[in-house]
């Protein structure tokens, strides 16, 4: 018995370790995301989003006034002031005049640049540069430095994406989609999916058999016909080839094989007693399958749900097939698709775009969560 024990501690242990081990896989990124959307650009650029609550040191670079601001001091002509223009709080830690190397001398020293020319830079920003004889030309002298800047979070970048990307339309765009495309697939396979575990009608095996058939179909092998069908059918009734209505039908198409196959699956395990005491009672199909299977099935429609809302939610070829990618019409996926070809360095609308879109989803999938390892389950081990 000790034995046994020691064996079903050590089971249940393994299983511990490695869900916290795909929960550490999927959480980890997903908190770098959100991380780096909140954080300045310029900090972006410079650390990884594990450093983002710990100052971030860069090297920089930057002009010294012109020579029209200079003035005489005990026989030596002066330039000083703050490089920081700007008043950021930084500290700089070394200092250089030339690219090749930026962090020459150390902060608070004089450089001698040559011809008596000498430069200091302190930490907070503040320089000195003095010479035995006038400063000509129009444009400082160039200096380069290394500096830290203390954390930096803000709002700005949701901002941009969702006033000034157009991220905002096509998050609308993608709800508009996505939930009818969840919610008809659920009406129409639960129908089905009661009818085919407790009527009896010829055909019906041949039928169960076709749905399971249809579970292996690809996408895009299926796609084009399905297009070409739509649009077919569309001319004869006059109706424009690029609209939501199309893309509800295709998404429901593709997702009812899976829908009707895993509610059959948990109808059919229901106790066969309910069912024939509500006959006896005068019940139609229609009342029993209203007023018992459906209460009963929730947990397998939520767990259907959150499989066809994240499949449709992240969906790009469908929804560039069938609606296009105009302004009015582009879904998150797609415009997201697009700024990473116009805006590929601007991290910062990367990141922050990359989390409006998986925000919706982890929304969904919280909220049903404690039904979903229930219907799937309960839909597995019970057949009929």
């Known amino acids: 018995m000790a034995v046994t024990t020691g064996k079903s501690f050590v089971g249940r242990f393994g ?72 008043g950021a709080a930084r500290d700089i830690s070394a200092f250089g005049v030339k690219s090749a190397a930026p962090t020459q001398y150390p902060a608070g020293t004089t450089a001698e640049l040559g011809d008596g020319v000498t430069l200091q830079l302190n930490a ?135 829908a009707i196959y895993l509610l059959r699956s948990y109808i059919a395990g229901l106790p066969r007693e309910i069912m024939e005491s509500a006959r006896i009672d005068g019940a139609s199909d229609f009342e029993i399958f209203v007023k018992i299977v459906l209460p009963l099935s929730f947990p397998v429609l939520a767990s259907f749900a959150i499989f066809q809302f994240l499949w449709v939610w992240n969906d790009l070829l469908v929804a560039m097939v069938f609606l296009g990618t105009e302004g009015d019409q582009i879904v998150l996926t797609a415009k997201l698709n697009a700024l990473l070809g116009s805006r590929g360095g601007d991290w910062e609308i990367l990141t922050t775009s990359a989390f409006v879109t998986i925000i919706v989803p982890l929304i969904v999938f919280f909220s049903l969560q404690r039904y979903f390892v229930r219907g799937l389950l309960a839909g597995s081990v019970k057949g009929g």
């Open 15 to 86: 299983v511990h370790i490695a869900v916290l081990i795909f929960v550490a896989i999927w959480t980890v990124p997903t908190l770098g995301i959100l991380v780096s959307s909140l954080r300045d650009k310029d900090q972006i650029i410079a650390s990884g989003w594990w450093n983002s609550f710990a100052s971030s040191s860069q090297t920089e670079a930057g002009r010294l006034p012109p020579a029209s601001v200079q003035v005489e001091k005990d026989g030596k002509f002066v330039l000083e002031g703050n490089i920081f223009g700007d």
């Open 124 to 258: 907070d920003g503040g320089f000195v540069m003095t010479s035995p004889k006038a400063f000509e030309g129009a444009r400082g002298q160039r200096v380069y430095y290394a500096s830290s800047a203390p954390p930096k979070f803000t709002s700005d970048n949701y901002k941009t994406v969702l006033f000034s990307e157009g991220i905002g339309r096509s998050f609308m765009n993608s709800l508009t989609v996505t939930i009818p495309a969840t919610v008809i697939p659920i009406l129409i396979a639960a129908f089905a999916a009661y009818a085919l575990a407790w009527m009896r009608f010829p055909g019906r095996a041949l039928l169960i058999a076709v749905i399971i058939g249809l579970l292996v179909v690809p996408l895009q092998m299926s796609l084009i016909p399905l297009l070409k069908l739509y649009n077919g059918v569309g001319s004869f009734f006059g109706v424009p080839s690029k609209t939501y209505l199309g893309i509800w039908l295709a998404h429901t198409g593709f997702g009812l094989p899976f």
